[in-house]
């Protein structure tokens, strides 16, 4: 993942080099992140493969492109069988991302991209309480056994 060149003064996102510059300096602050890095360490996640699929995301929402194709929240599934999160770790996320958006842009668009993040962290974090939930049944069942 090369580093992205910060600009010299906040701009409005306007093409899909603003939204990969967002994402590539969001996930600078994720990887090391003692909350969030072990997650995506434990995840053995191949950025070469992530990235791009991230930023197609996120132009679709912010810019209106076609390209991603998928289902966000429920990706995040397999995440919480191997490694369960939850809402301490949504507000660390939400928090570096409205970080990076305000470090980097300004503008309407800057804006719904804070919102949509917010709108995305209440639905996997909807995703999470379920599996937490869940998971607490199975245990209370095993131990009932």
């Not at 053995?44 to 991230?54: A, E, F, Q, T, Y």
């Not at 804006?111 to 909807?126: C, M, S, V």
């Not at 999470?128 to 009932?144: F, G, I, Q």
Request: proline share 8%; glycine share 8%; aromatic share 8%.
């Amino acid at each position: 993942m090369g580093i992205p060149r910060r600009p010299a003064q906040r701009a409005t996102i306007e093409t899909v080099a603003d939204v990969e510059l967002l994402v590539r300096r969001f996930y600078q602050a994720v990887i090391p992140d003692p909350l969030l890095g072990p997650i995506f360490h434990a995840m053995n996640v191949d950025w070469s493969m992530h990235i791009p699929k991230l930023v197609d995301f996120w132009a679709g929402r912010l810019l209106g492109l076609p390209g991603y194709k998928g289902n966000p929240v429920g990706a995040h599934q397999p995440v919480l069988d191997r490694c369960p999160f939850g809402a301490p770790e949504l507000a660390q996320w939400l928090e570096l991302w409205e970080e990076t958006v305000d470090e980097l842009f300004c503008g309407e668009v800057a804006d719904l991209a804070k919102q949509r993040a917010r709108l995305a962290a209440g639905a996997i974090g909807t995703l999470a309480s379920r599996h937490a939930d869940a998971r607490d049944r199975v245990s209370a069942w095993r131990w009932a056994g």
